[in-house]
Structure formats: C-alpha cells, structure tokens
C-alpha cells in the first residue's frame, strides 16, 4: 500500500500532518513534528508581535472533542521565520501560518516572509480578526477579497488560506467564488474550528474555559461531518486548487472520509493535543489497514470520488 501524496507538486511521504495551533508555537514543539511520521508540519499562526493569549483555562479537551479559546498566543513572526529559514526542507514539507491583526499587519509579514529564502509554503489563516464588531475575515467576503488582493500582489509564490466553516450553500459559492479569483492562491484548508460553541459541565453548572465567558472554538469528533462537508464544497467549486482536510480525525477512518471527500492532506489537531505525535504512527497504520481491506494500493485510487446517492 503506498501512502505518497504530491502537493504542488512535491511529493509527500503520506498526507499527515498537524492542524496550525497543535504543538507548534515552539521550536520544541516545531522539532518534535519534525521528527515525527506526520510527512508536512504547519507553525502556529504567528502575529507581528509575540503574544502571551488568553487567560487560562483556554483550552478543554472532552471525549467527543475540544474547545478553546486560544487568543493567538504565538512567539512573532521573525521566530517562525527563523524556524524556516533553519528547517531542512528536504525532510518534511513546512507550512508558515500567519493571522495578521490588521490587514497592514499581514502584509508586513508577507514582505519579510517573501524575502526569505525558506520555500516554507505561506498559509493565510482567514479566521484572523477583523475590525472589532465586525464578522471574522472570513465571513467578510469584502474584506476577504481585499485581503487576498494585498496577498496577491505582495506574495509571488503559490500560497493558501485557512477557512472558518461554511453552513449556508450560498457561503461556499460566495467564498469560492473570492478564491477562485486569484490563481496563485494553491491551497485551501477547511477547516479551523467550529466557532463559538459553549461547553458547560453539569457537575460545577460552570463553563469550562475562562476567556469570552467559555465561547470557544470546537474541534475533534463534534466537526466531523462539518469539515467533510466543506472540503467537498470547495473540492467541488475549486477545481484548480488542491484542499487540505481539517476537522475530527481520530483515527484511519476519518482520514479515509477527507481523502474521499477531496482532501490532498489531512491534519490532525485535537486528537495530537490528546495523543502527542504517535497519533500519526497510528492513523498511519490504521489507514494503510483500510486501503488493504478495499483493495486500493494507492491514494489517487480514491482520493475524491466520493460516490452520491
Ligand atoms: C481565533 C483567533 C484568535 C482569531 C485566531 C487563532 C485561532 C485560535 C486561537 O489562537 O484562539 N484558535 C482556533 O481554534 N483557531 C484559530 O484560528
């Protein structure tokens, strides 16, 4: 069974790696994913400046997922950049996130990113704040647009965007549509968490992280089928871009469900924040098993053709 994969056209031991915020805000974290079986790796989205983030409890873990609410705490740029600049590339395939707090913010990082000779691939994630009271970024479609303009001209390499969930029909044609727009935009990762769920535990009648009065984002097997949807939607309306499955994998078999969905890659975020890095060793085994028990001895046998009714 082989397990390769190429992406932009490099190709890929097998499709595992991280989801941007899971063991990945510092170089100890970084190396460890480095030398873990997950063939790409993506840094934490980094800001202009370091930041600290929220209060803690910030994040809890549950056994159909998790919740947090972070608030970007990441190390500034220049250490991500550093970290690329370092990385050897030709062992694993590094993604950069970065989540600029103004559109200006952004774009002085992709500057300094573009000037860099580290082929680290730039992922935008569109969840990044906008201007207060305003919906997130990507839920923007204006400020979407203008933002991948500004990305577009100031970047000349191929790039991607990590997108929130999309529930309403018109939302994926809509967004597809801004994507759709830039060419150079290669990838799309769907999806980051589901936003603002509420988790309350009936023991302590309490929520169970402190910042926003215990809103946070849901990961892990609450988004599954969310996070199937999406990357269908965007496999179906962006034809020339290739999509990086995010959202409740847990184990071979969700994996399998992304790739049928159209997925190139698959990360893995609540369940490596619960498992550590053998997680990929064990999707990895548990992906392989499938594939064997459906006769299929390579990825593209079934990447994407996932059969309706
Ligand atoms: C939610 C933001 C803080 C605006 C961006 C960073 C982020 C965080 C975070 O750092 O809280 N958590 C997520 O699940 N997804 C994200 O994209």
Redesign the pocket.
Known sequence: TDLTCLFLGQPLANPLMNA??VCCRTTTELDTLASSAAAAMVT??CTLEPRT??PEP?YSSLPLGSI???????EGYQYYLDYAERFDHERKLLFLSI?GLTLDDNVEMIAAIREAVNPALLEV?L???NVPGKP?TGYDFEAMDELLDEVNDAYKRPFGV?L?PYFDISHFDAAAEVLNRYPRLAFVTCI??V?NGLVIDPDTESVVIKPKDGF??L?GAYVLPTALANVNAFYRRCPDKQIIGCGGVQSGTEAFLHLLAGASLVQI?TALYEEGPAVFDRVLGELTAIMASKGYTSIDAFRGKLKTL
């Not at 947090?68 to 990441?74: F, K, V, W």
């Open positions: 941007s915020g934490k989205s983030g929220n910030r947090n609410s972070m608030g970007l705490p990441n989540s994630n969840s990044c704040p997130q990590k929130p980051n968490s936003g946070g984002g990961g975020g």
